[in-house]
């Protein structure tokens, strides 16, 4: 894109980043998996200043990010859907009057439409869980429904680690994009005054939060597993002290998270009652705070990975107060 956007106004480089994102989203959407990832490839490369500019990476990202900006441009699914909209009015009339007056009410739709559709594709894909018992799992049966059902589960085994590996990649992908993006706001928001930084909210929810620390977590696995390994970890650190950088709300999101471990710890009141004791205990599930996970992945980056290493060290200092 950089060639082209060079020379172009303003107004041409929203309207060819918009053209693009379109493309990008009706890849995203599709149900071949080598579609979606041209997809989010093509996103990325959209999120990188060096090879889309800075103006057309600016406006990717605030897209990316939830942004409520607004153009005067009209995508093309928006206008296929207001010809589609007059033509049934059409019909249905009985003179042949045409409709006035749409397109002044709909002048920005279109990028609201596309930035919107596409920060939900975004999210719901860094939503994704892999799941880590798909390949621990038995089924507890007798020898002989063992045996006849032996394919069918072997089938079903192969097409779940296909799927997990499917949204481990995708999702890598995408941690790489958001992260590109939250930097990218950081970096040059002064640049453009007038458009509206959106709040990044979506991104500090808990269950979002638990699973960048459960990648972090992952941070010494060896790598080509399913699960994330040093890889992932360094751009769940980065995105995290990015997020904690970019708004208070989110340093106080990211300063207080920990990782549940799924381990329970059990506090009685009585040990000797044996029916007061059911009702009065409380169960917590034990928690590893983000600063030991950060701590775990800065020296798992010492021995094995550089980028985590510097990511998790600037993560520790930003959280502690340390970072200038």
């Known amino acids: 894109l950089q060639p082209h956007i060079k020379n172009k106004t303003i107004s041409q480089?929203?309207?060819?980043?918009?053209?693009?994102?379109?493309?990008?989203?009706?890849?995203?959407?599709?149900?071949?998996?080598?579609a979606q990832l041209l997809g989010i490839k093509s996103l990325l490369l959209l999120t990188d200043i060096n090879t889309s500019g800075l103006e057309c990476a600016y406006m990717t990202s605030l897209c990316i990010l939830g942004s409520k900006m607004r153009f005067s441009y009209v995508s093309t699914r928006q206008q296929q859907l207001l010809q589609h909209s007059h033509s049934n009015k059409d019909r249905n009339r009985t003179g042949t009057g045409a409709s006035t007056g749409t397109g002044a009410s709909?002048?920005?739709?279109?990028?609201?439409?596309?930035a919107m559709k596409l920060h939900e594709k975004i999210l719901s894909i860094v939503m994704r869980?892999?799941?880590?018992?798909?390949?621990?799992?038995?089924?507890?049966?007798?020898?002989?429904?063992?045996?006849?059902?032996?394919?069918?589960?072997?089938?079903?085994?192969?097409?779940?680690?296909?799927?997990?590996?499917?949204?481990?990649?995708?999702?890598?992908?995408?941690?790489?994009?958001?992260?590109n993006a939250l930097q990218n706001l950081i970096?040059?928001?002064?640049?453009?005054?007038?458009?509206?930084?959106?709040?990044?909210?979506?991104?500090?929810?808990?269950?979002?939060?638990?699973?960048?620390?459960?990648?972090?977590?992952?941070?010494?696995?060896?790598?080509?597993?399913?699960?994330?390994?040093?890889?992932?970890?360094?751009?769940?650190?980065k995105f995290l002290h990015l997020l904690a950088s970019y708004s208070e709300e989110g340093f106080h999101c990211v300063h207080?998270?920990?990782?549940?471990?799924?381990?329970?710890?059990?506090?009685?009141?009585?040990?000797?009652?044996?029916?007061?004791?059911?009702?009065?205990?409380?169960?917590?599930?034990?928690?590893?705070?983000?600063?030991?996970?950060?701590?775990?992945?800065?020296?798992?980056?010492?021995?094995?990975?550089?980028?985590?290493e510097v990511e998790a060290k600037i993560a520790m200092d930003i959280l502690t107060g340390c970072y200038k």
């Open 256 to 308: 207080t998270s920990s990782l549940p471990t799924g381990n329970n710890i059990h506090y009685h009141h009585n040990d000797s009652a044996s029916t007061s004791t059911l009702a009065s205990s409380k169960t917590h599930r034990s928690c590893i705070p983000i600063l030991q996970l950060l701590d775990k992945a800065y020296h798992a980056g010492l021995s094995s990975h550089r980028a985590l």
């Open 129 to 179: 869980q892999v799941d880590k018992n798909t390949s621990h799992r038995q089924q507890q049966s007798s020898s002989a429904s063992f045996k006849k059902n032996r394919n069918n589960n072997n089938s079903n085994n192969h097409n779940s680690n296909i799927e997990n590996q499917y949204n481990s990649t995708l999702r890598g992908y995408i941690m790489h994009i958001v992260t």
């Open 187 to 237: 970096d040059y928001n002064h640049q453009f005054p007038l458009l509206p930084q959106p709040s990044c909210k979506e991104f500090m929810n808990k269950k979002l939060i638990h699973l960048l620390l459960d990648d972090i977590n992952g941070c010494t696995r060896p790598p080509m597993t399913i699960l994330s390994t040093a890889h992932e970890a360094t751009f769940s650190v």
């Open 106 to 114: 709909t002048g920005t739709a279109g990028t609201t439409w596309t």
């Open 13 to 34: 480089v929203t309207q060819t980043t918009f053209q693009t994102l379109e493309r990008v989203l009706d890849l995203m959407e599709k149900d071949r998996y080598d």
